[in-house]
């Protein structure tokens, strides 16, 4: 069965610095989440997207921003990087059926700040 | 501010024990209760997800009761294996939001 692709797996950058990172959901679904799981932390949401507008917002640094493309797959951008920005980057994604609202993980963008 | 709380944070067991890992929110208004498996540095394997009317799901080994009153969950391991070795996090969805909360999660060591 198809997954949720997050590209790229791996990402190295220097402080101040852009990143983006990509996310393509499972077929069908149109909700996209991002979070963020620090060293030896649980994740925390950032923002999510329903059929292309913004839905939920968590706790996303304003040095972020994202959307959702017509295709449905999002994209993460993160300016002027900073070393606590290091961490597990998570895009899920569900479909439209609130009866079937789990959410399903992508395999996650180590980014690394140095 | 819903918080989710999951004890213990670490388990070792031998290889074939029955074990339970618990999990706690604080505002019952929860809309689902979702139970993941993470391998380090690893993605999330969604296990098994209850919705706020039912009590319990199952699936293969695994059995995750909810009590929404209580604001509590469990998520049971049936003879447990090596295999099973993973951090197991507990998640909530909040009525009217589609984020979830995530607990700190219990490391589960299965010793063969």
């Known amino acids: 069965a198809a997954g949720v692709i997050q590209s790229p797996r791996h990402l190295i950058k220097e402080k101040r610095e852009t990143a983006t990172l990509k996310c393509y959901p499972i077929?069908?679904?149109?909700?996209v989440y991002w979070y963020q799981q620090g060293p030896g932390q649980d994740p925390q949401f950032l923002i999510s997207?329903?059929?292309?507008?913004?839905?939920d917002k968590g706790s996303i640094p304003d040095r972020f921003s994202a959307q959702q493309f017509s295709d449905y797959h999002s994209e993460l951008n993160m300016s002027s990087l900073e070393l606590g920005d290091s961490a597990l980057y998570f895009c899920?994604?569900?479909?439209?059926?609130?009866?079937?609202?789990?959410?399903?993980f992508g395999p996650g963008t180590r980014l690394t700040v140095l | 501010k819903q918080e989710v709380t999951q004890i213990p944070a670490a388990l070792s067991v031998p290889e074939g024990e029955n074990l339970v890992l618990n999990c706690s929110f604080t505002?019952?208004?929860?809309?689902?209760l979702q139970w993941f498996r993470q391998d380090p540095g690893k993605g999330l394997t969604s296990l098994l997800l209850?919705?706020?009317?039912?009590r319990e799901q199952t699936s293969g080994r695994l059995n995750a009761s909810l009590d929404k009153s209580s604001g509590r969950s469990t998520l049971y391991i049936a003879a447990s294996q090596p295999g099973d070795s993973a951090t197991y996090l507990c998640?909530?969805?909040?009525?009217?939001?589609?984020?979830?909360?995530f607990g700190s999660g219990t490391r589960l060591q299965v010793q063969p």
């Open positions: 899920a994604s569900s479909p439209r059926d609130a009866a079937t609202d789990t959410q399903y």
């Open positions: 077929p069908r679904h149109d909700t």
């Open positions: 997207f329903y059929e292309k507008m913004q839905s």
């Open positions: 505002d019952s208004a929860i809309y689902n």
């Open positions: 209850i919705q706020s009317s039912q």
């Open positions: 998640a909530v969805r909040h009525g009217g939001r589609r984020a979830l909360t």
